[in-house]
């Protein structure tokens, strides 16, 4: 199968397409801080993606950059924050209007998606800087944004949860966790994924902890679960509930 991919910003955004004719066309948005970034969609993604929609066409635009808060992604964050008596951050929305105008150029040459499914792995900055309390409203504004501007109502998502990095007396850390669950699990449309068993290193003293970023097979393994629990979603199926799903 014939693979063309368009890159808009490097190491920002991408657009895949693997062209057939006349087929249900599922999109998946991939977007976040530096797992996702790291999450290379040819190694996992795709050919999961590709094995359980095998009389579809699948394409992707990838959005995503390192060590980024939720805020540059949602345009009521001051509302939100001064809701939740933090501090606003004023700052523009950089990572938003580039899925949107991804979406358009897909738009033109797919004027009939089947389906658009968002993927999210990102809150690790949210957590470090002590968000939490606003990341749950930030989250389902996000969601709600999306399925506004793209016009897509029924928008699926799946969650990547943040891994186990920092333990539960991380407050912050633990709270943001909570949120992505319980988001997900609240809006019939969404799912999320495990992560605690993706970042597993040896580090110089022999023993194995759990690192901030993925290893190679965690890359990978994160892409599968996203495809799984994102077709679980399409067929109106109910996803994993521990976020494994095989």
Not at 6 to 18: C, D, E, N, R, S
Not at 176 to 187: C, G, I, L, P, T
Not at 209 to 228: F, I, N, P, Q, V
Request: glycine share 6%.
């Amino acid at each position: 199968m014939k693979k063309i991919i368009l890159i808009i910003i490097p190491h920002i955004i991408g657009l895949t397409f693997l062209k057939a004719e006349e087929k249900p066309f599922h999109l998946f948005i991939l977007s976040g801080q530096s797992n996702m970034q790291g999450m290379k969609p040819e190694s996992g993604f795709v050919p999961e993606a590709e094995k359980l929609f095998s009389d579809s066409e699948i394409g992707y635009i990838k959005v995503a950059k390192g060590g980024r808060p939720i805020r540059l992604w949602v345009e009521e964050w001051n509302s939100i924050a001064e809701k939740h008596k933090l501090s606003p951050r004023i700052e523009s929305t950089v990572f938003y209007q580039p899925i949107l105008e991804q979406y358009a150029k897909v738009l033109e040459k797919h004027p009939k998606i089947t389906s658009v499914t968002f993927c999210w792995m990102q809150g690790e900055r949210d957590a470090k800087e002590n968000l939490s309390s606003a990341y749950s409203d930030a989250m389902k504004q996000l969601i709600k944004n999306l399925r506004r501007d793209l016009k897509q109502p029924k928008m699926y998502f799946v969650i990547g949860r943040l891994s186990d990095h920092l333990k539960e007396s991380h407050r912050s850390w633990t709270a943001v966790r909570k949120s992505q669950v319980a988001v997900s699990e609240n809006d019939p449309l969404g799912a999320w994924v495990d992560c605690d068993d993706l970042n597993n290193k040896t580090g110089k003293d022999g023993k194995i902890h759990d690192d901030l970023h993925y290893t190679k097979e965690g890359y990978s393994l994160l892409g599968k679960r996203y495809a799984r629990q994102a077709k679980l979603l399409i067929e109106g199926k109910k996803p994993s509930s521990d976020g494994r799903p095989q």
